[in-house]
């Protein structure tokens, strides 16, 4: 059973950087596609980064693209999502993804969850 553990997020001023981290134990994902979703109060989890299982290639939410770069290190198990150019509408918890069983974009379609990491942007 693959368990997945989020992290680095925190508060930061708009205009700001965070470096998310993906952790994976209990078995390898270097085989599967993966995917950084995101959850604001109020709203549905939505859609943010996805990257396939060799990591050349790469999928973005028009919201993020250009400031958000999703990698991975098979080597290590992980996954990561570096955020740029961090707006207040960037705050949200977010949710790292593994093992797409459909659409790389749904949240539906992934198996493994991380428990979230909250990322706060202050205007």
């Known amino acids: 059973q693959v368990q997945l553990v989020d992290s680095g997020g925190g508060l930061v001023q708009a205009g700001g950087s965070l470096r998310l981290s993906c952790a994976a134990s209990?078995?390898?994902?270097?085989?599967?596609?993966a995917a950084w979703f995101r959850q604001a109060p109020g709203k549905e989890r939505e859609f943010a980064a996805t990257?396939?299982?060799?990591?050349?290639?790469?999928r973005y939410a028009d919201s993020v693209k250009g400031r958000f770069t999703i990698s991975r290190d098979n080597a290590k198990n992980a996954v990561y999502l570096q955020m740029n150019s961090l707006k207040p509408e960037d705050t949200a918890v977010y949710y790292c993804a593994v093992f797409p069983s459909g659409g790389r974009y749904a949240a539906s379609s992934y198996k493994y969850w991380g428990q979230g990491t909250q990322v706060t942007v202050s205007s």
């Open positions: 209990g078995g390898t994902i270097s085989g599967y596609a």
């Open positions: 990257i396939n299982y060799s990591g050349d290639d790469t």
